[in-house]
């Protein structure tokens, strides 16, 4: 195969990000296809890189002209695409979350074990950064012993207006669940929430920030901020405490400038700015693991482990307690 030929569903903000990424920075690949439910900004961007524009994802899933699909909608359009491009028999790339409800992940994992062979990687791109990747070197090494605690923090400058308090969990921290439990190699044993003074400056009714809990089966404590007002930036951090030593995430790399009496290097305010390089390797990589027939990056086992400690969080948040979290047997089909 000469160029993968890769059809885009959802072609808002991230959908044209990966449009342009796949265009203009990946090699091996071309976007034949796009849709969106909002047909002028499908139509735009079908002009704008000489695709074709299709009225349903369905129908591109579907397209001859369509090798592979990335779908980047609306979070509970994810389950109903990946199971037509499983059933259509072609590899997909679905951003996170791989579903709404663990239901849905169940039906993906069993749609694509009964096909035989992996079709389906999940949008976890902060597997793809370098210093996510370096740190887990370094826990890898036993430089810093094994790991006991984890401080983590998500912090959004703002949030947008339909932002609501289940999406802390399942659309910001969701990062945190997976590449917290890739970086210590183990699953969750227990979630909480914990909520306290509320920010003025988020939405009536949100509640924000909030922290979550997390315990991995091994005894490893977890604590993440997850702050979707943090008024001045889009600031991840996250710091592994061993027996031995620490290992943290440092900041982007900027310009360190000293002037008029101050010494500052910039905070970026978005998401799209801080992990573009991670993004571009999770689409390069992607895009040879397709033409290889083997994936490599984030299974639906890794979405749906992802899925039922979100949906434990909630009820934590709900409840006001500690909650297990618990998982069916691991199939070896994602071993
Ligand atoms: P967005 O700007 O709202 O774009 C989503 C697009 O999907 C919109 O144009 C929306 O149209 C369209 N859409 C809704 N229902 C559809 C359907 N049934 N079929 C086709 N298109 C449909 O949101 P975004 O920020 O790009 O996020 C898109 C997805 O990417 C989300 O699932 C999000 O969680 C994920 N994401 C991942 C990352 C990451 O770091 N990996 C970052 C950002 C976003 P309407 O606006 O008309 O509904």
């Not at 695709?51 to 002209?65: R, Y």
Request: glycine share 8%.
């Amino acid at each position: 195969m000469m160029e993968l030929r890769i059809g885009v569903i959802g072609t808002g903000g991230i959908g044209r990000d990966h449009i342009r990424r796949l265009t203009d920075v990946i090699t091996g690949a071309k976007v034949t296809a796009v849709t969106d439910i909002n047909k002028e900004i499908a139509d735009k961007a079908a002009k704008q890189y000489h695709a074709l524009s299709f009225p349903t994802g369905e129908d591109l899933i579907e397209s001859p002209e369509v090798d592979a699909v990335l779908i980047a909608s609306w979070d509970p359009t994810h389950a109903g695409y990946v199971l037509s491009c499983i059933q259509a028999g072609k590899y997909v790339l679905c951003e996170k979350p791989l579903a709404t409800t663990a239901r849905d992940c169940l039906k993906i994992m069993d749609a694509e074990m009964s096909y035989g062979k992996r079709l389906v990687q999940v949008g976890f791109m902060r597997r793809y950064d370098k210093d996510y990747r370096a740190m887990k070197e370094v826990i890898q090494s036993g430089r810093i012993g094994e790991p006991l605690l984890v401080h983590a923090c998500h912090r959004n400058r703002t949030h947008i207006t339909s932002h609501s308090n289940d999406m802390t969990v399942t659309n910001s921290g969701i990062h945190e669940i997976d590449i917290l439990r890739w970086l210590l190699e183990e699953e969750y044993a227990s979630a909480q929430v914990l909520t306290g003074k509320q920010n003025k400056n988020a939405a009536e009714g949100l509640q924000d920030p909030q922290i979550l809990l997390l315990k991995t089966k091994n005894g490893v404590q977890i604590g993440i901020e997850v702050n979707m007002t943090s008024g001045y930036g889009y600031d991840i951090q996250c710091e592994i405490v061993g027996e031995t030593g620490t290992v943290r995430l440092p900041d982007p790399s900027a310009l360190l400038i000293r002037s008029e009496g101050k010494h500052t290097h910039q905070i970026f305010t978005e998401w799209s700015q801080r992990f573009v390089d991670a993004y571009d390797n999770e689409l390069q990589q992607w895009v040879n693991d397709v033409k290889k027939a083997t994936l490599s990056g984030p299974s639906a086992w890794d979405g749906y482990a992802a899925c039922i400690t979100a949906d434990a969080l909630i009820r934590s948040r709900n409840s006001g307690t500690s909650v297990p979290v618990t998982l069916q047997r691991r199939p070896e089909f994602y071993d």
